[in-house]
């Protein structure tokens, strides 16, 4: 029912969803460690109940969702699913003890996040998640996180999203949109102040 569903919008042109999306948080290892068959073979479940949304972000698994998503994505047609990322975040390569999200993230990339909400971020960001998910297109493009509930007070958001608007990270996720690189952008935030915010001031 899923899939018929999807496809009758599908003709319709524009973007379209399942009923039920895959949010592949998990995929990236979240609060413990899953092998990549049993991440392969969950994907291939959700795909067989006809669950055609995927969505990811790098901080998932530190880049391991994407890469995962490959895997499974890479036989695909790419018309036939709707994929979304994020950005607000660079991975960069760390020490043991300096990785993001020990205790939360399992058997991952040493990795540890920088928030970058500028133009050249948001770019280099998009330039690594298409090299990870091995994709040429994604669409849909969410700017991550810019709420009190990841940077710790509403002063702190507040500094990260006039970063998003002043340094040109909107008009990146703007520029990459004209190109056809992504579909549709939006906000992966947990507060609706903060999507109320970003729907007064840019093209969501």
């Given at each position: 029912?899923?899939?018929?569903?999807?496809?009758?919008?599908?003709?319709?042109?524009?973007?379209?969803?399942?009923?039920?999306?895959?949010?592949?948080?998990?995929?990236?290892?979240?609060?413990?460690?899953?092998?990549?068959?049993?991440?392969?073979?969950?994907?291939?479940?959700?795909?067989?109940?006809?669950?055609?949304?995927?969505?990811?972000?790098?901080?998932?698994?530190?880049?391991?969702?994407?890469?995962?998503?490959?895997?499974?994505?890479?036989?695909?047609?790419?018309?036939?699913?709707?994929?979304?990322?994020?950005?607000?975040?660079?991975?960069?390569?760390?020490?043991?003890t300096e990785r993001t999200g020990i205790g939360k993230w399992f058997d991952v990339p040493q990795r540890q996040e920088h928030y970058d909400y500028?133009?050249?971020?948001?770019?280099?960001?998009?330039?690594?998640?298409?090299?990870?998910?091995?994709?040429?297109?994604?669409?849909?493009?969410?700017?991550?996180?810019?709420?009190?509930?990841?940077?710790?007070?509403?002063?702190?958001?507040?500094?990260?999203?006039?970063?998003?608007?002043?340094?040109?990270?909107?008009?990146?996720?703007?520029?990459?949109?004209?190109?056809?690189?992504?579909?549709?952008?939006?906000?992966?935030?947990?507060?609706?102040?903060?999507?109320?915010?970003?729907?007064?001031?840019?093209?969501?």
């Amino acid at each position: 029912m899923l899939r018929k569903r999807y496809w009758d919008r599908h003709k319709k042109g524009g973007l379209c969803f399942t009923e039920i999306g895959f949010g592949s948080a998990p995929l990236g290892n979240l609060y413990k460690s899953i092998s990549d068959d049993d991440a392969h073979a969950t994907l291939g479940l959700a795909w067989d109940s006809g669950v055609r949304y995927f969505d990811t972000a790098p901080l998932y698994g530190l880049g391991l969702s994407e890469t995962r998503l490959n895997r499974f994505l890479r036989g695909k047609p790419r018309d036939k699913y709707t994929l979304s990322t994020k950005v607000g975040r660079l991975m960069q390569p760390c020490g043991p003890t300096e990785r993001t999200g020990i205790g939360k993230w399992f058997d991952v990339p040493q990795r540890q996040e920088h928030y970058d909400y500028s133009y050249d971020g948001i770019m280099r960001s998009v330039e690594f998640s298409l090299e990870r998910l091995g994709v040429s297109r994604i669409d849909i493009l969410y700017v991550h996180d810019l709420c009190v509930f990841t940077h710790g007070s509403t002063q702190e958001s507040d500094v990260r999203i006039a970063e998003f608007f002043d340094k040109k990270g909107y008009d990146a996720m703007l520029s990459l949109r004209d190109q056809n690189v992504v579909s549709a952008i939006g906000g992966g935030i947990n507060e609706w102040e903060v999507c109320q915010t970003l729907a007064e001031r840019g093209d969501f």
